[in-house]
């Protein structure tokens, strides 16, 4: 993969800045999302809803970037997630990432390398803000750190779930939806379908299928010799949950990001994979 191919697919389908400035304090979910519910699943039915009684936890952050057959960025990290402040309605949380490791893809050149390096190094400096609400509902700040390349925001907000508010039981599936904003100021939408594969007690199992889709108003490139016409980002996962705790215990997603230009001589059409988990 060259480096500026695999710089636009980070770019626009994670929203991601693919240099060493940035513009500082990231934004990507600003907006609440919005949860209906397709089928209610079987009875018994509950509500389900966060209690936040886990004040501090730690999990293992993995992250793959690259194509279907070769990953160009491994990542290995700790994620350290605390609670900070407790409302009626939702639960801040401050995150930073730690003790972060990466390694070189051995077919990368020498420019490649120096892009991934810089996506490594700047990670362990982002902090940020996740302000939960008890459904689930996520927005994001970022207080420190430079935007990473992928999204350390946009990893999260797949990784966290919203509820509906009605009761629903094992089967059950809900869709949601939300504005998104890369690091670039690109604007898209976020949609997810979830399904409740099991609920005993307060440990849930869910499938996750969902798609971004970015809508790009001018050219990327740093020769504007073409135009982005379509991006779109599709996502497909499972995670194991508690209620005492928006963060999964353990989750393992898999995202395509698709690109495609205008004229396609200038770049060709671009199809990457990102694999990210926590907790395995």
């Known amino acids: 993969m060259r480096p500026r191919s695999l710089c636009l697919v980070l770019v626009v389908s994670l929203g991601s800045a693919c240099s060493s400035k940035g513009t500082g304090e990231g934004a990507y979910a600003t907006e609440p999302r919005v949860v209906t519910l397709v089928q209610p699943g079987a009875e018994p039915r509950r509500a389900l809803a966060y209690a936040f009684s886990q ?5 293992a952050v993995s992250l793959d970037v690259g194509t279907p057959e070769m990953s160009s960025i491994s990542l290995r990290g700790t994620l350290v997630w605390a609670r900070t402040k407790q409302a009626a309605d939702r639960v801040d949380h401050a995150f930073r990432f730690r003790d972060v490791t ?141 209620l005492d705790d928006a963060l999964p215990r353990s989750a393992a997603f898999e995202l395509r990001p698709h690109l495609r230009f205008e004229p396609s001589h200038a770049m060709p059409e671009s199809v990457g994979l990102v694999r990210f988990a926590i907790g395995r």
């Not at 004040?55 to 999990?59: D, G, I, L, S, T």
């Not at 790009?216 to 504007?224: E, I, L, R, V």
């Open 102 to 242: 990466g390694r070189r893809d051995p077919t990368m050149g020498d420019s490649e390398w120096s892009v991934v390096k810089g996506i490594y190094s700047g990670f362990e400096a982002v902090t940020g803000i996740a302000h939960v609400a008890r459904g689930g509902a996520v927005t994001f700040e970022q207080t420190g750190g430079l935007p990473t390349t992928p999204s350390w925001l946009a990893m999260l907000h797949v990784a966290l779930t919203p509820f509906p508010t009605e009761a629903v039981g094992t089967g059950a599936r809900w869709r949601s939806q939300q504005p998104i904003k890369g690091a670039d100021g690109t604007p898209g939408i976020d949609e997810r379908e979830y399904e409740l594969v099991s609920i005993e007690g307060d440990r849930l199992e869910l499938r996750v299928t969902g798609r971004t889709t970015y809508k790009p108003a001018s050219g990327t490139g740093s020769d504007q010799d073409f135009k982005l016409v379509e991006a779109t980002l599709a996502l497909s996962g499972d995670l194991e949950l508690t």
């Open 55 to 59: 004040p501090r936890r730690e999990a």
